[in-house]
């Protein structure tokens, strides 16, 4: 069964500093993905990153960048110099690596406030 | 940009009733799914259609749920008989194709009373 754990339920920070976002997941799976999504004030969902399970490299856009490691079946997400319109409900996801369905198993989400 | 679209956006019916959210997938997209999400909590699968049937459905999706995908470009999910815990927001997603992410709609917030 695939799991994702995100133990942080809810982040308060100010304006400019750096946060991270920890995610943990399980699944017995040799190969799968893992994302990250943002769900605003407004609702919708918008996808942010998407990483299969054999690219352990880490990725920077601009202000966000991605860290998975492997070895401790983790994959976290930092914010740099936060604003506040990072303010959101951040959201990992698994999925595995496999014809037809694919379907996202999603953790918790971790509600983040940037506060000016 | 292409984006999924979904209507309503805010659905209020009785309990009973039967209700049908509409999602239009992106174009040129092969896989699509409904999710939900009720208040505060995390999103659920649903259920997964490729191929004009269904690929999975999780424990959730029960004989009251039904999906269709009557036209080329329309995807609805049907709860024929709506009960007070259905009401939650309903997401839409679609996918090019094996190995992409997948998209998200705006949603439909769905009320039961």
């Known amino acids: 069964a695939q799991k994702v754990t995100q133990a942080q339920t809810e982040i308060s920070v100010v304006e400019k500093e750096d946060v991270t976002l920890d995610c943990v997941y399980e699944t017995r799976d040799t190969t799968y993905y893992l994302f990250w999504y943002k769900q605003p004030p407004s609702g919708e969902l918008v996808f942010l990153i998407r990483r299969n399970s054999f690219d352990e490299q880490n990725e920077i856009s601009g202000r966000y960048s991605w860290n998975f490691q492997k070895s401790t079946s983790s994959f976290n997400f930092t914010i740099t110099a936060s604003q506040v319109v990072d303010s959101a409900v951040y959201f990992c996801?698994?999925?595995?690596?496999?014809?037809?369905?694919?379907?996202?198993?999603f953790g918790k989400g971790m509600k983040l406030t940037v506060n000016p | 940009e292409p984006e999924v679209t979904q209507t309503p956006s805010h659905q209020v019916t009785q309990m009973g009733q039967e209700v049908i959210l509409r999602c239009v997938p992106i174009s040129n997209h092969l896989y699509f799914y409904w999710y939900r999400q009720i208040l505060g909590q995390k999103v659920e699968f649903l259920v997964s259609?490729?191929?004009?049937?269904?690929?999975?459905k999780s424990e959730i999706f029960d004989d009251q749920f039904s999906v269709e995908r009557p036209d080329g470009s329309n995807f609805t999910l049907k709860i024929r008989s709506t009960k007070l815990e259905d009401s939650a927001m309903y997401f839409c997603?679609?996918?090019?194709?094996?190995?992409?992410?997948?998209?998200f709609g705006p949603g439909t917030r769905l009320t039961v009373t």
């Open positions: 997603a679609s996918r090019e194709g094996e190995n992409y992410e997948q998209y």
């Open positions: 259609f490729y191929n004009n049937e269904i690929s999975e």
């Open positions: 996801a698994l999925s595995g690596w496999q014809g037809g369905s694919e379907k996202l198993v």
